[in-house]
């Protein structure tokens, strides 16, 4: 398979019936690496054909609603449509508290009862890594200081390595506008 880069959503936070919120899919090989999951994106990998249990990783960028405002459905419909392993998922600090909020006060019924009644099989977890990595920004015009975060690739995903170089030559291959 040739490495691809795919826009799933390039809106922002308001609705938008053509347009789905900030999610890209990058596929190089066997690796279906998500970063952010905007609204849409679910619809938008089932429209593709792409099978959500071959997500892995998700990259969250930040926490805006409208890149994390489906991540509670990457991860519950990924083990419904038979995710067998552990999803890993990396973002800025705070990921991890904001997964186990989805996962163990808004949606911890729901998840027992496709457990235990509707035949599910095993919940497969979710493994969070909250990563900070970067500088402190000045923020603009009088606004307080942000921190921003970075990761290095090849010490945080070996396999994510030859990803990142394959949309680096996709991006370089892309016609200008």
């Not at 900030?22 to 190089?28: K, N, Q, R, V």
């Not at 038979?82 to 006060?105: D, K, N, S, Y």
């Not at 307080?144 to 970075?150: D, E, I």
Request: charged residues 20%; contains cysteine; neutral net charge.
């Amino acid at each position: 398979m040739r490495p691809s880069l795919t826009l799933l959503g390039t809106g922002g936070p308001r609705p938008d019936a053509t347009r789905g919120a900030t999610s890209l899919l990058i596929e190089a090989g066997e690796d279906a690496i998500l970063i952010d999951a905007g609204r849409g994106v679910v619809r938008q990998l089932a429209a593709l054909g792409v099978p959500l249990a071959r997500i892995d990783p998700v990259l969250i960028t930040h926490h805006h609603y409208d890149h994390i405002g489906e991540l509670h459905d990457v991860i519950l419909s990924s083990w419904l449509t038979g995710r067998a392993r552990i999803l890993r998922l990396f973002g800025p600090p705070e990921t991890r508290r904001i997964v186990e909020t989805l996962l163990h006060q808004v949606y911890d019924k729901d998840i027992e009862f496709r457990v235990r009644e509707a035949g599910n099989g095993p919940w497969q977890p979710v493994e969070v890594t909250d990563i900070l990595a970067g500088t402190v920004c000045e923020g603009r015009g009088g606004a307080s200081p942000r921190r921003s975060w970075t990761t290095a690739t090849g010490s945080i995903f070996p396999k994510l390595s030859a990803s990142a170089g394959a949309v680096s030559a996709i991006a370089s291959n892309a016609p200008r506008a």
